[in-house]
């Protein structure tokens, strides 16, 4: 398997462009989860998705941040129009249906992120 | 709605001793998980060791175990015999249960930075 797979991995844009960042989870999960990393304000839970239905979007800071997951092998996370803060890497991950996953991670495999630069 | 708190920005060890990373958890679920997360300088979140709510013993994998004590709320990662390349940062995070509020999402602790002198 290849894993979550996450593109592009790097990303500059300028301020008030539209930015798209894609994920393709881990074919059989049922679970998708989009996070940011920032210095000031550590991994946060975005969003995440149940059998392509999102779930809790609580975490999405404004309404410039939307995500989509079409199908059970593809997801996007978009931010129109993008801001300098925006800058943050963003991770993508999936998990199994159930409480527990197998070993060896339990369930919960990241991607390797997107790493936004809005200039 | 859950609440992880890692209270060390930073940590130094010494090559070949032993550290302990601080996780402090809160959560109305009445059964949940706990995981630790490695993120070397390169970026990528390595899993490291899992602990379950209900489990009866302490978990442990190689030189990573987790002290975990229930009624203090608390997961503890012992890391056993430092070497360099365990400079890191290092997250906790919480998993809720079915019927929870928190089912299937984790939620991340602010993260440790442990660096290892040789």
């Known amino acids: 398997d290849a894993g979550v797979i996450q593109s592009p991995r790097h990303e500059v844009t300028e301020m008030g462009q539209e930015v798209t960042l894609r994920c393709k989870p881990i074919s059989g999960h049922d679970y998708l989860f989009w996070y940011r990393q920032t210095m000031m304000r550590g991994l946060e839970l975005l969003i995440y998705f149940n059998n392509n239905v999102p779930i809790d979007d609580s975490g999405m800071p404004e309404d410039r941040f939307s995500a989509k997951m079409p199908n059970a092998s593809f997801s996007t996370l978009k931010i129109q129009p993008s801001e300098p803060r925006d800058s943050a890497v963003y991770f993508c991950?999936?998990?199994?249906?159930?409480?527990?996953?197998?070993?060896?991670?339990?369930?919960?495999?990241f991607g390797s992120g997107t790493r936004l630069t809005v200039v | 709605a859950q609440k992880i708190t890692q209270t060390q920005p930073g940590m130094f060890v010494q090559e070949k001793e032993a550290v302990t990373l601080d996780c402090t958890y809160d959560?109305?679920?009445?059964?949940?998980?706990l995981f630790w997360y490695k993120q070397p300088s390169s970026g990528e979140m390595i899993f490291l060791i899992y602990?379950?709510?209900?489990?009866?013993q302490n978990a442990t994998e190689g030189r990573y175990s987790l002290n975990f004590q229930k009624a203090r709320k608390s997961a503890n990662l012992v890391i056993s015999a430092s070497q360099l390349g365990d400079s890191a940062m290092y997250f906790c995070a919480m998993r809720g249960s079915i019927g929870g509020t928190s089912y299937g999402k984790l939620t991340f602790g602010q993260g440790t930075i442990l660096t290892v002198h040789p």
């Open positions: 602990q379950g709510s209900y489990d009866q």
């Open positions: 991950a999936s998990k199994p249906k159930g409480l527990q996953g197998p070993k060896p991670n339990y369930g919960y495999t």
């Open positions: 959560t109305s679920d009445p059964s949940y998980g």
